[in-house]
């Protein structure tokens, strides 16, 4: 069974410094697409940064930017120049490109709070 | 565009009441889904469609159904509500199966 386990239930980070989410995964398909989601108090989801698991550059959107280690299977989130804003639960998840796609496993997610 | 919205943002119902939960999205997506999310958990798929008339059962069906009359609505009905079916309710849609989900605002939904 493919599952995501994301270790820090709970993250703080000092505004404007840098924080890192830890994710690993556990699966036994060779292609598939990562995701980090952001929840903010609206408990709205917000895709934050995906990666397809056949690329080996990590993916960077602004001051959001992924570890990818595949033979780990490790997918760690690094959040720079932490803003007010950054404040919310990150859910890493998990999706295959083929059998079973419908499906986002889903971590527990880790609280990041951002001090000011 | 508004996206993916949901109707209502928050309802309490009875042990054995009825209620659909409404999602609409205008980008054109083929692909819908449900979520719910209890606390301090990540989310579980209910169901799923992937296109107008076609639906799926997820990992948690019991106790609810959908159906896909159009491309844009998918409702979830909840039969006989449960206090275990307390929880937050996402829909979702995507292009194709395999990319990207955009999420709608959720639906807290609390049974008593």
């Known amino acids: 069974a493919q599952t995501v386990t994301q270790s820090q239930p709970e993250m703080s980070v000092q505004e404007a410094e840098t924080v890192t989410l830890s994710c690993t995964y556990d699966?036994?398909?060779?292609?598939?697409?990562l995701f980090w989601y952001k929840q903010p108090p609206s408990r709205q989801m917000i895709l934050v940064i995906r990666?397809?698991?056949?690329?080996?550059q990590n993916a960077t959107e602004n001051r959001f930017s992924v570890n990818f280690q595949k033979a780990a299977k490790s997918f760690s989130l690094k959040i720079s120049d932490s803003q007010l804003g950054d404040a919310a639960m990150y859910f890493c998840a998990y999706r295959p490109v083929q059998g079973g796609s419908e499906k986002l496993v889903f971590g527990k997610g880790t609280k990041l709070t951002v001090n000011p | 565009n508004a996206g993916v919205t949901q109707t209502p943002k928050f309802r309490i119902l009875k042990i054995g009441q009825s209620m659909t939960l409404q999602c609409a999205q205008d980008?054109?997506?083929?692909?819908m889904y449900w979520y719910r999310q209890d606390p301090g958990m990540g989310l579980k798929l209910i169901y799923y469609s992937v296109g107008a008339g076609i639906t799926d059962k997820g990992e948690v069906p019991n106790g609810y159904n959908v159906s896909r009359s159009t491309t844009e609505d998918f409702p979830l009905r909840l039969e006989l509500a449960a206090p275990s079916q307390t929880s937050v309710y996402f829909c979702a849609s995507s292009y194709r199966l395999a990319e990207t989900q955009y999420f709608g605002p959720g639906t807290r939904l609390l049974v008593l």
């Open positions: 699966t036994s398909e060779s292609d598939y697409y």
């Open positions: 990666q397809e698991a056949y690329k080996q």
């Open positions: 980008m054109n997506h083929n692909y």
